[in-house]
Structure formats: structure tokens, C-alpha cells
């Protein structure tokens, strides 16, 4: 057996999952976690539908792109992904979807403003716009790199998708499901055509800090971390 085989079960899990639920169709998207300890992700293939994967369909893959495991070619958002654990040294997983509230904003380019404390304590205090660049480009990629020293934990990819972040999959997986609630009430908020309150500014930093203190936690455990 793979020494790498729960990160796999674990992207499948969550890979099927992000279907189920709605957050994208088809085989877009992309889910992957960071081997604790090692330069190297577990990441869903390219073009593979999400039901029909099994554990050893998952790419295992090091960050100069060689495929260390797996049958199929890796995501084409593979150097995304890996631009993300070398920037974030909080960040243990990364999924890339397509939810239908949190595409509307990344269609109309803007970004949403922090409404709710328990979502603002989890993704940060703003699900800031990453401007366009083709899939799979490392224009993409650069324009990712430019957006993650906001401490963040969501972004939305301009006429793309969502990005979203974390410690581990499950905590990424449920920033996603925050991220998309916040998108979801604010946009029928702004259908009212009523000015949308926000959290006070004293309030969002609070909790920002307070995200940010987790986040420093978990570099510094992998920082010193013994290989």
C-alpha cells in the first residue's frame, strides 16, 4: 500500500463531495493536500469525472511537477496548487470549484465584504478578486501569488470559479461552504436594493486576528517540524 494512501482516500472523499454539493459540474475543479513533511501534494487528475475516481487514480506529485504516483496526468492547476503551499505556509489543502453565488462575484469582479463574525473568524475579512488569466496559466499563477499575503483563506477567480484554503481538507472544504453562504445572502441582500450592513471594522480586524493567530500556529508546526 501507498504511503501516500489517506491523502488519496481523502481527495476522492472531498473531490466527490465538492460534486455532490453542488460547488461544480463535470470534472472541473480540483482538490489537493500537502504531504505533512514533504514537498508533495496529493491532487485530483485531469479531466476525470469525480464519482468515478478511486484512490489510485490520484495524482501524488512534488513541487518541481514530477509525478511521483498515479496513472492519469495531474490537474492542470497542479502549479496553482503548489504556488499556494510555497506561499502559505499555513495552508495544507486547496480546492478550486465552481459554486454558483461565489461565481457571480467572480463574474462581476467584485469581491464580499465580511457580514457574518462566524464566517469572517474562518475565512478572513474579505473573498478578494484574482484577476483573469487562462486555466492552467502561469499568468494564473502569478496573479494567485499576488492576492495570498492578504492572510485569506477565500478567493474568487475572476470569470473562473472559487479558491479556498486551509490547515487541513476539511477545513478548506468548509470555508468553501462558508464562502459560498456569504456569496449567496449578500447577493439576494443586494437584489433588495438595499445598502447590505457589514460587520463593524473593529469587529472584522478581531476576527481576522484571531484567524491569523491559527494560521501562524500551524506554520511555525511545520516550520519546526522534524523531517
Do not use: W
Not at 50 to 78: K, W
Not at 112 to 138: K, Q, R
Amino acid at each position: 500500500m501507498s504511503k501516500y494512501e489517506q491523502y488519496k482516500k481523502d481527495v476522492v472523499k472531498y473531490g466527490q463531495m465538492m460534486l455532490t454539493k453542488g460547488f461544480t459540474v463535470g470534472t472541473g475543479g480540483n482538490v489537493s493536500i500537502l504531504v505533512d513533511g514533504e514537498d508533495v501534494l496529493a491532487i485530483t487528475p485531469s479531466n476525470r469525472e469525480y464519482m468515478e475516481l478511486t484512490p489510485a487514480d490520484i495524482c501524488i506529485v512534488d513541487f518541481d511537477m514530477n509525478i511521483i504516483e498515479g496513472q492519469f496526468n495531474p490537474s492542470r492547476e497542479t502549479g496553482l496548487h503548489i504556488a499556494v503551499y510555497k506561499n502559505r505556509p499555513d495552508a495544507n489543502a486547496v480546492i478550486h470549484s465552481h459554486p454558483i453565488y461565489s461565481s457571480i462575484f467572480a463574474v462581476i469582479g467584485k469581491p464580499v465584504p465580511p457580514i457574518f463574525d462566524e464566517v469572517t473568524i474562518s475565512i478572513g475579512n474579505s473573498t478578494d478578486v484574482i484577476p483573469y488569466a487562462l486555466s492552467g496559466s502561469d499568468e494564473l499563477v502569478d496573479h494567485v501569488k499576488t492576492k495570498l499575503s492578504n492572510r485569506c483563506n477565500c478567493y474568487v477567480l475572476q470569470n473562473h470559479g472559487a479558491l479556498s484554503l486551509g490547515t487541513t481538507i476539511a477545513k478548506a472544504f468548509r470555508n468553501l461552504e462558508l464562502m459560498e453562504k456569504s456569496s449567496q445572502i449578500y447577493y439576494h441582500a443586494l437584489a433588495t436594493g438595499e445598502q447590505p450592513s457589514v460587520l463593524p471594522q473593529d469587529m472584522s480586524d478581531i476576527l481576522f486576528q484571531l484567524l491569523k493567530a491559527e494560521q501562524d500556529i500551524e506554520a511555525e508546526r511545520k516550520k519546526n517540524k522534524t523531517p
